[in-house]
């Protein structure tokens, strides 16, 4: 049986070692845009595709990348198991030319399973400027199936690969006999790796020219060393969140007096409509207010910092902080791995914890999963940055200011990640004994990354994700909030009788009712915490318009807000229930209703002690 | 002279063989698809700001392992 459906003339996989640019190569085929990254994980789930090539259609499939087919770990079984249920009519093998002799061990496992297949050394530029050669004509011969030289970037060598897989799909109709044991090559690692040995002995010449090499070499030097290692890294990150602090305010302050402009515009012409003033409410007040919070004070911090934190992941940093750090998450009982599932949190929780399959142990896998949301993601970061702007560097300190709000929010980031530990130690404590994995971790070339196609394809990713969300999410919460606002019970709304409800809860940990409430409500998306907020305590009395931080300071202010709530609120926001779409990844990774609710009770429980407590004592010395 | 070593023992820049990998089979079949498998070539390149781990140059890729993963792997040391 073969694993086609009727839409598509031929199905196609993509398999290979990780990082070897499997979604390069599947992005540049499909005209997709799966993120890519320069280290290995990236890309831990099949992704699917279209390529339309002379006239027939090609099912593609990216397999995750796994160093071997012996399923010991999840991409292995995945990677496997689609191979053989699925029966590709090809299988693209794609494999770093820079490490040939590793990455023929991994093809040669491949062609015993599938003999229909295309070889592709790709990074061949890289492997060139590293001085190594490969005689594909050769190696062609030697494996039996075609074998191309590409490199992502290039066009021509894509152009190559869509014939020739092409004209390998075309031959798999008429040659059946796709898994012919008899002839197969072996599947012991042991002599996959004698007899990988052999065939690069015979087709692949090294010169002592190793341009690549050298200049990972050099920056580790400086990236990794006792003395500068970690400074660098710090320094790194303070100059991320100085530019998206910085960056963000002049983007964020125009689309607030346009969207200030266009209200105005709107409630003239819903006046002159005759519109009911419960129309204009929902409408106005409701739905468009939240929305144009999130897009002018919430987009831009997110739109900015996304990209900037791509451009990292291209240029193989990030492994080298998992590098760095391994040492301290040892002494916590977990994996080194997981400061790359916690980078990852800082964009996306939800994206963080399907990166922790990574984490081949179960137990350091299921602490990586709850902790996650320990790191404030995108959508929290602005949340942080507007809170820390308006009560500790002030909203009109200018460029001195935005440094001190980066290292500000450096410093949040560094106490996120030593909880993370902390939290992590305890629970490798508390769960069942078991030995851990040990740590092996690849340390790819640093690359260049592509400045301008990273930026601009996830500036353009994040903000439609951003807008979409806000359309799906913050509308129909404005709505809601709306509804609550201005629906009576008695002689107060539904929202005050809510609000008064959770105050006093509120107020003993340092907040107050109306944050509380925000925080519940902003479950689905926490972009909408801070436009409930000012929702909620502009239908207690004071009315204007909040699109900037200086107004939003005065409203703040206005309802008794201090530096005590000002840290509390911080704290909170690092500190509680994930979002909806992070607690329903975690459900799908776990498997267990058991554990997703831990992972929603552990930062809650712990941001409401630390609050009641911060609360407490600072309320004795100010 | 026969003097076999940990591979945490050989020092930065100095090339060995494998001889033993006693690690538990799980992390051994790991290792040996990253290439580091008896009969292997390797050679520590540099240390973490904590000295744990230290990376391994290994068949042209730059390999991470903890010290104590690597006291299970028994080296050769080469000149």
Request: charged content about 20%.
């Amino acid at each position: 049986m073969r694993g086609k459906n009727r839409q598509t003339d031929y199905s196609v996989a993509l398999a290979g070692n990780p990082n070897v640019g499997k979604s390069t190569i599947f992005n540049a085929l499909t005209g997709l845009n799966r993120h890519t990254g320069n280290w290995t994980g990236k890309t831990v789930d099949c992704g699917f595709g279209i390529a339309k090539i002379g006239g027939k259609l090609f099912k593609l499939t990216d397999l995750p990348g796994t160093y071997s087919l012996n399923s010991f770990s999840e991409e292995e079984r995945i990677a496997k198991d689609f191979l053989l249920n699925n029966n590709p009519d090809c299988v693209i093998i794609t494999l770093n030319s820079n490490a040939i002799e590793r990455n023929l061990s991994f093809a040669l496992e491949v062609l015993a399973l599938k003999k229909n297949a295309v070889v592709c050394l790709n990074l061949s530029d890289e492997a060139e400027k590293n001085g190594i050669s490969i005689d594909s004509k050769k190696l062609s011969d030697l494996l039996g199936v075609p074998v191309i030289k590409t490199s992502a970037v290039k066009k021509d060598s894509l152009k190559k690969l869509k014939s020739v897989m092409r004209e390998a799909c075309e031959k798999s109709g008429h040659s059946e006999s796709a898994n012919d044991l008899d002839t197969a090559p072996s599947t012991d690692t042991r002599v996959l790796h004698i007899l990988s040995r052999q065939i690069c002995e015979k087709c692949v010449t090294k010169s002592d020219k190793r341009r690549v090499d050298e200049r990972t070499a050099r920056l580790d030097k400086i990236l990794t060393s006792k003395a500068t290692g970690i400074p660098i890294m710090l320094a790194l990150f303070a100059l991320l969140f100085w530019i998206t602090a910085i960056g963000a305010n002049y983007p964020s302050e125009l689309l607030g007096t346009f969207f200030d402009f266009i209200k105005q515009k709107l409630y003239d012409l819903f006046e002159l409509m005759n519109a009911p003033g419960f129309l204009t409410g929902i409408l106005i007040d409701g739905i468009y207010t939240t929305l144009s919070w999130v897009v002018s004070v919430m987009l831009p911090p997110m739109a900015i910092f996304f990209p900037l934190f791509s451009l990292i992941e291209d240029s193989g940093y990030l492994p080298r902080i998992a590098f760095n750090l391994d040492k301290a998450y040892n002494k916590s009982g977990v994996h080194g791995k997981q400061s790359l599932t916690m980078a990852m949190g800082l964009g996306c929780n939800a994206c963080g914890v399907t990166g922790c399959r990574i984490i081949e142990s179960p137990k350091e896998r299921l602490i990586a999963v709850l902790t996650n949301n320990i790191m404030p993601c995108n959508g929290r970061l602005p949340i942080l940055i507007a809170i820390i702007t308006i009560f500790f560097t002030g909203t009109a300190a200018g460029l001195l200011g935005s440094v001190k709000t980066a290292l500000i929010l450096l410093l949040v980031i560094v106490i996120c990640v030593l909880i993370t530990l902390l939290v992590s130690k305890v629970l490798s404590v508390c769960l069942k004994k078991e030995s851990a994995s040990g740590f092996l971790l690849e340390l790819p070339p640093y690359r260049k990354p592509q400045f301008r196609k990273t930026l601009v394809r996830s500036i353009l990713d994040r903000t439609i994700f951003v807008l979409g969300r806000a359309a799906a999410v913050a509308a129909p919460a404005g709505a809601v909030i709306w509804l609550f606002a201005n629906i009576y019970i008695g002689d107060s709304s539904i929202l005050k009788h809510c609000t008064d409800f959770f105050e006093p809860f509120g107020s003993f940990i340092g907040l107050d009712g109306v944050i509380v409430m925000a925080f519940i409500l902003g479950f689905p998306a926490n972009e909408t915490v801070i436009p409930i907020m000012i929702m909620a305590y502009s239908a207690s009395g004071v009315m204007s318009d909040f699109t900037s931080y200086s107004e939003l300071s005065a409203m703040l202010s206005a309802n008794n807000w201090s530096a005590i709530t000002a840290v509390c609120m911080i704290i909170m926001t690092i500190l509680h229930f994930p979002c909806s779409t992070t607690c329903l990844t975690i459900k799908k990774e776990t498997g267990s209703l058991r554990q997703t609710l831990l992972s929603m009770l552990i930062p809650t429980a712990l941001g409401i002690i630390l609050c009641a407590i911060t609360a407490n004592i600072m309320r004795m010395f100010l | 002279m026969e003097n076999i070593i940990s591979l945490c023992d050989l020092s930065i820049n100095k090339n060995g063989t494998v001889t033993e990998i006693k690690c538990k089979p799980k992390l051994k079949n790991r290792m040996s698809d990253l290439g580091l498998y008896e009969g292997a070539e390797v050679c520590p390149v540099m240390k973490s700001p904590f000295d744990d781990p230290r990376a391994y140059k290994v068949n042209d890729t730059l390999i991470a392992l903890r010290n104590s993963d690597a006291k299970q792997i028994k080296v050769k040391p080469g000149d």
